[in-house]
């Protein structure tokens, strides 16, 4: 093959190429007992059926007023989901199960520390404790129905809790990852106008007690130079009763929660009756351009969604014990730690800290003592486990019926040590496809019914259409790469971006919808933003993003978050961002800097620029390594070549550069990449 032929490899030839590979079929053992294991479900959920189908997601849920419509498209593609229906999430989560279940386990708390014990907290007790905060948050943080707060919060039993308690109350949580920065909580702070900001004083990660207080003292600072004041800052103690930040609680500002909760005890709060269509929380993720996009979920579609997936996909019974390892702070942990989970009256495992700490066994210790039998988590942390433990499994005692792999492709070769070594050759795996903004899964094999194939996700869930076009909207045949949509609405996609439908509506119907006055859901199309191929078994295999975002260890990253965040350091005139590939990241962020006039370039200022990132995102952006290149290469138009970036940092072949108007520079990178 010619240099030529080597760069015009389509996705879709790629795709082609790829071996198929074996089915996997779930035992007898557990169709016999899964959730959803009659195919005529698909049947029931054809389009024909559409939105009716939906209806029974919502039975699964309580509701103080049923709906009047199931769907309401008049102001599409904005949609209302069960208008007119009241419930409320914290009841559904909490109060419903307190007849017959008040004693079994909600949350199955794990410290990181090993010597500490884990907290069993049951559904009475939450009860208590939601009620008792949301009492705290009415009164004395003077919360209403329809403010949002932002919550910048490590995995702690009291994360949900406060989750809860905003639900409870009908006000819009916004959770941040705990990872995040003060700067990355900030702009959270001032887009969904926080006016109080809830957090922890420290938690354990790795080992180390890691102050977190004084994210809140610089979110703060940051938020009111931009102009939104923040009045109260909640402060809950990792260890009650024992302040464990460096930095000191601001007076009239911070409250310490477990101090001022005394005041509370004993108070319950009847939880507000929400509209099915009022929001339920905002979850920031990263798009194309700088800004963060806060996608906005619903109370009554979110909730049945979660619900309805974590019944039929997760396959939770109520006797089960699951344990979801993602962090609550991302859309994964929210449907399926928190809410999903808890709807059903199952118990929620919340571990603290890192999966291989203090050795790769600490995660399958885990699941023996807890007697999880339902797993999920991401390709990343399989692969880590895998490579710091690849016989950890077998040495413990336990026994998964299910397991769940989400967030990026996973490679078959992971997949399958997944299966037979942490699965033990027993589980029923579903890998799921979905985003931030689809609140639940878009495609994954219904595990009672469908076989599984290594790094296929599968079908469509139940109720989802999915549908490939290229770009000019024709329908692609199997085993071509296209984009890959969603036809129909449905409950768990978020409603709008907080404060910017024009935004929400260009970004994922501008590519499609030909109409934009239409009320006919069929004009909409929803687009991922992903490439995916389907096979003629209708087996999806997602390729990865179109846009410009990276998955870093199974979350989206924007390549122009990245690089806004290195123009911060004076020093810097230019910033391109590629994704390099990474054994056990999946990918990760490669930075070329070109500095201005007269600055030179030293290790000291490449670690500075580096740390500038880390702290307008957060570690989890932290580059692989910032390259001080000379110029960058660019187009005669003054385009930056992105591609031939990626091409060096991945040792790839950079193609024929010679209409480049600097191609020089290629060479000179290039040397500098391969000699580092
Ligand atoms: C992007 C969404 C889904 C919740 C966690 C991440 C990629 C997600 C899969 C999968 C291949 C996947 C897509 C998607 N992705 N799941 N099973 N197979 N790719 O949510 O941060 O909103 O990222 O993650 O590219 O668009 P997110």
Not at 154 to 159: G, R, V, Y
Not at 338 to 343: D, E, I, N, S
Not at 602 to 622: F, H, M, N, P, R
Request: aromatic share 10%; charged share 25%.
């Amino acid at each position: 093959m010619s240099k030529k032929e080597v760069l015009e490899t389509t996705e879709a030839q790629i795709a082609v190429h790829w071996k198929e590979e074996e089915l996997y079929y779930p035992s007898s053992k557990f169709i016999g007992q899964a959730n959803l294991n009659d195919p005529a479900i698909f049947d029931k959920f054809s389009l024909d059926n559409f939105p009716d189908y939906y209806t029974s997601f919502a039975e699964l849920l309580t509701w103080y007023k049923y709906w009047d419509e199931v769907l309401d498209t008049s102001d599409a593609p904005c949609y209302k989901w069960f208008k007119g229906g009241k419930l409320n999430a914290s009841y559904n989560c909490i109060d419903r199960h307190l007849e017959k279940n008040k004693n079994k386990t909600a949350i199955h708390f794990v410290p990181e520390l090993e010597e500490e014990n884990v907290q069993h907290i049951t559904y009475q007790e939450l009860y208590v404790r939601v009620n008792e905060f949301a009492a705290l948050l009415r009164d004395t943080a003077k919360l209403k129905r329809g403010d949002r707060v932002t919550i910048h919060m490590p995995m702690s039993a009291e994360l949900p809790i406060t989750m809860l308690a905003c639900a409870r109350l009908g006000v819009i949580h916004s959770v941040v990852f705990g990872g995040f920065s003060a700067s990355a909580s900030a702009d959270r702070i001032v887009d969904s106008q926080s006016r109080v900001l809830i957090v922890t004083d420290a938690y354990y990660r790795a080992g180390n007690l890691l102050e977190h207080k004084k994210n809140a003292d610089d979110a703060v600072k940051i938020a009111a130079e931009q102009g939104q004041v923040v009045d109260t800052v909640l402060v809950w103690e990792r260890y009650p009763g024992k302040y464990s930040a460096d930095t000191p609680m601001v007076e009239g500002r911070d409250i310490s929660v477990n101090a001022e909760l005394k005041k509370y005890y004993g108070k319950r709060v009847e939880p507000e009756q929400m509209l099915s269509e009022d929001p339920l929380f905002l979850m920031y993720t990263s798009g194309t351009t700088g800004k963060p996009k806060g996608c906005q979920h619903g109370t009554g579609g979110y909730l049945a969604y979660v619900t309805a997936m974590s019944k039929y996909i997760q396959d939770i019974h109520p006797e089960d014990v699951y344990w979801c390892m993602a962090d609550i702070g991302w859309i994964t942990g929210h449907s399926f730690i928190v809410y999903g989970p808890l709807a059903l009256c199952a118990s929620t495992v919340i571990y603290e800290g890192v999966p291989t700490y203090p050795d790769a066994g600490r995660s399958w210790r885990i699941a023996q003592e807890l007697d999880v039998n339902i797993f999920h988590t991401a390709p990343t942390a399989i692969r880590a486990l895998r490579k710091l433990g690849p016989d950890e499994p077998a040495k413990y005692n336990y026994d998964f019926k299910h397991m769940t792999t989400v967030g990026e492709p996973i490679e078959p070769a992971v997949w399958k040590w997944y299966e037979s070594a942490v699965g033990k050759g027993r589980a029923a795996i579903v890998d799921t496809y979905w985003q931030t903004e689809t609140g639940g899964f878009l495609c994954s094999t219904v595990p009672g019914i469908s076989p599984m194939k290594p790094g296929s996700c599968g079908p469509g869930v139940p109720g989802i259409h999915p549908i490939i076009f290229d770009d000019e909207g024709k329908p692609v045949g199997p085993g071509i790469a296209g984009n890959i949509c969603i036809q129909n609405p449905w409950p768990g996609m978020f409603q709008t971006i907080w404060g910017d439908r024009d935004r929400f509506v260009d970004t994922y119907f501008g590519m499609y919808n030909t109409k934009p006055d239409s009320k006919d859901w069929r004009d909409w199309p929803y687009l991922t933003g992903d490439a995916a191929t389907v096979g003629e078994d209708g087996y999806y295999r997602v390729l990865g993003r179109i846009d410009d975002v990276i998955n870093v260890s199974g979350h989206r990253l924007g390549t122009k978050e990245i690089e806004s965040a290195a123009l911060v350091a004076d020093e810097v005139a230019e910033a391109a961002v590629v994704p390099v590939n990474h054994e056990i990241k999946g990918k990760e962020p490669d930075l070329y800097i070109a500095l201005k006039p007269g600055i030179e370039a030293t290790d000291e200022l490449a670690k500075k620029i580096s740390d500038v990132v880390c702290e307008q995102i957060g570690k989890i952006a932290k580059p692989r390594k910032v390259w001080l290149v000379p110029d960058m290469p660019k187009t005669r138009s003054g385009k930056i070549m992105r591609r031939v970036l990626g091409a060096i940092s991945n040792k790839g072949d950079v193609g024929n550069v010679m209409t480049l108007a600097n191609p020089e520079v290629v060479e000179e990178i290039k040397d500098m990449v391969d000699n580092s």
